[in-house]
């Protein structure tokens, strides 16, 4: 039977475009959380008819598919745990000259990121979604996981930027949503239901992305300051939003994660004053801004500041906070969440956070970091020195009902940026409701009736 | 058995939230285009859980439902044809205080859209969708649309500019989406499949709406264009687009509009050089302008030109733009479209449209104009002088099926802004395959199985 699907698989894309066996399979069998995999097989497609082709034989046959990417995923939303059939994109990688006039570019869902932005900066233009892993990431990936990254609070989410969808059904059937209009008022906006659907719905081909003008960033500089407590950061975002300029990034991180940095990876801040909060606000514009500056600086939430208008020390105060995951990672075994709350309520979140695990008393150490600015801070629960790795992990187990209880009197998000995919299933609950979860049902078998597409992701 | 069910919903709601008889409830039984109404009853709801308790009651007695808002829609999306009872949401129009911080406000359904603007306004912020409706029409509706309007080009559709909704399906439950998360990637995105549904998934009760700052357009001027033909359209777009301003606004209109508003309204234009399209482009930014200028001046496609700078010249070029929906009301019987095509194809567009009434030889005038920035113009067609009534309108029945054909084979969409609702169910399979009505039936009934919201609109 198995062999017999494999054979007709093999005669639909050709031998060469099937990979049997373990080894053969492997580079396609998990993703960056390192998730085991257990595919059947794995077929890369060239084109949209053949993947069509593919989908219904699969569709046919009963065999459940997991459609895959870049693999660069946070939550092992592309691996294949139960011995689906994965169908890598990699090869529709496809990108059409961008247009000037309308700023948007048509692309296949495999072509990578990185390569999308190099392609469109030769016209002047970008895709402004801009993320760490975009040397990897494909833009089949990026839209359906409605990826953020390192560029939210200027530009949003992924799914702002598309115009057009090109998708396959687990039928077979080829569905192209919206084409590339700017306004299109003709029913349910399905183009928005696909991006963030995980690959349960249909499988992207190809996407209509839109562009912007390559920034031009005049008078860029990064204020680096240290706050004496959490309520530091939504004074300084206020005071940053009415700045005289625009906010390219609002990150932030707490001390813990700074002497981490400094003790794994030997980075310094250059700042005297000790904080238990450390912000990053790097603005850009060409208005004078000493008179803003003396007003925030005069308050004593603010303990102490540098202005990076350099390139290097531009350079040197990233490293700071891009060196957080390395650093922590190198520090003790850990678990990480990846959370969202409104963002006037982050500072407040954060102390509950701490005032539960307080009473709680559980051997746990708390680092915070990440994109205050979009209301989406990282909470990394470490393995506090002299503790057994079993007892952190027990007690993880008791503070995560608590923390993801706190996510959801605060209405907050249990995955602000890498969807569910396998790992945030069992946490879904505390942001989504019953009703919800029913509706989300509904509109799978509208697309899957089988429910053979990435089955067990998501919910 | 109808009677027995008013009183059930007086007693419900109180007497005074509820209208009986014609004449009280006329004012809520039809909308801008006029369709005639034919109500049940109009229900005035005050709070979302009354309004939860007049819904369940109506699902349990299978009374079909129709939401309403300021009932300025250009579809009759909200119009009861069948004896449906009206839900008017004009009393749910709390306004709470702007978050500075967040740049959010949470506004209930009916708050009118201009007081939304100037209570933000207040505190220096404004919800960046503008409309011409904007002293009428409701927030609910604007959602429920997905409103677009004036400044399209430079902040996008309505449904960028949400962070919250809740609603209330037809069986009474209140969902809450995403609750003011700028971040929240756990599963389909309900929120967006609630915009432009047009009533009728469920009935929104209260938004979190984004803010922009009052934008302070610094140097702002608008360019006044005549251009030779179609191909000046894209040319003058792409210039624009790359030239050393911000675009606020982008509107064309043929030379018959101008005509129109010079015969019927009085007013003229400043040009001096005739062409066959005008062209007005508001930009706003302080770099220098004059070899941007010279250069696109220079070519042949441009037959006349003026920069306005006062406040006063801008609103005379302005109301040119503005007089044509009038003057062409007043000028002879009329069918009017909303269309889209992908903005680097409505000049070809145009012109196919105009060769394809040629063919035809029907008695019809195309006038043009609208939003050519976003790829969406309107194609009004009017009756010739001397042709009678009849005559046209067999003749717009005989053209509108070339002029759809045309939208499909652009890949366009038959309603780029006013929604389908009612009046435009018929053309809809010229922008929507079977197989998409079909997921559309799919998610209608996940929501509301008794198809009982907003009943024959859509699809």
Known sequence: MRSEFLNSLSRTVGADSLLVGKDACFPYSTDWTKTPG????????????????????????????????????????????????????????????????????????????????????????????????????????????????????????????????????????????????????????????????????????????KLVPVP??????????????????????????????????????????????????????????????????????DRSRDAWAEATLSNPLVIDSLVADSSESQK????????????????????????????DQVASFLQDVEASLFEAKLPIELYFFGHFGDGSPHVNMLCPPSIPFEDFDRACDLFEPKLFGLVQQYRGSISSEHGVGLLKKKWLGFSRTKEELDIFRAIKSAFDPKGLLNPGKVF
Chains 1, 2 share one sequence.
């Open 316 to 343: 040197q105060v990233w490293s700071l906070r891009e060196g957080i995951t390395e650093s922590l990672a190198l520090t003790a075994s850990l678990r990480k969440h990846d959370l969202s709350v409104p963002v």
């Open 38 to 209: 257990n595919p059947l097989a794995v077929v890369l497609p060239r084109s949209t008819p053949e993947l069509s082709k593919v989908l219904a034989l699969c569709s046919k046959e009963k065999v459940p598919v997991v459609p895959s990417g870049g693999r660069t995923g946070l939550a092992a939303g592309a691996v294949p745990t139960n011995g689906e059939l994965v169908v890598n994109l990699g090869r529709m990688d496809s990108l059409s000259e961008p247009s000037l006039l309308s700023r948007t570019v048509r692309v296949g869902a495999g072509a990578v990121t990185e390569n999308v932005h190099q392609h469109c900066e030769k016209v002047g233009l970008t895709w402004p979604i801009d993320l760490a892993s975009k040397g990897s990431c494909q833009i089949g990936g990026n839209l359906s996981t409605n990826a953020g990254g390192l560029k939210v609070i200027r530009y949003g989410m992924a799914r702002k930027w598309v115009t057009s969808l090109e998708f396959v059904k687990m039928d077979g059937s080829v569905l192209t949503l919206n084409a590339g209009l700017e306004k299109n008022n003709t029913g349910y906006d399905l183009l928005q239901l696909m991006i963030g659907s995980e690959g349960t719905l249909g499988i992207l081909t190809e996407a209509t992305l």
């Open 216 to 285: 031009e960033e005049k008078g860029k500089s990064i204020y680096f300051f240290a706050v004496k407590n959490a309520l530091g950061l939504p004074y300084l975002f206020e005071k940053c939003r009415t700045g005289p300029f625009e906010i390219l990034a609002f990150e932030f991180f707490s001390s813990k994660c700074l002497e981490a940095v400094s003790n794994k990876l030997g980075r310094e801040s250059k700042l005297r004053g000790k904080g238990e909060y450390y912000v990053l606000a790097e603005v850009a514009g």
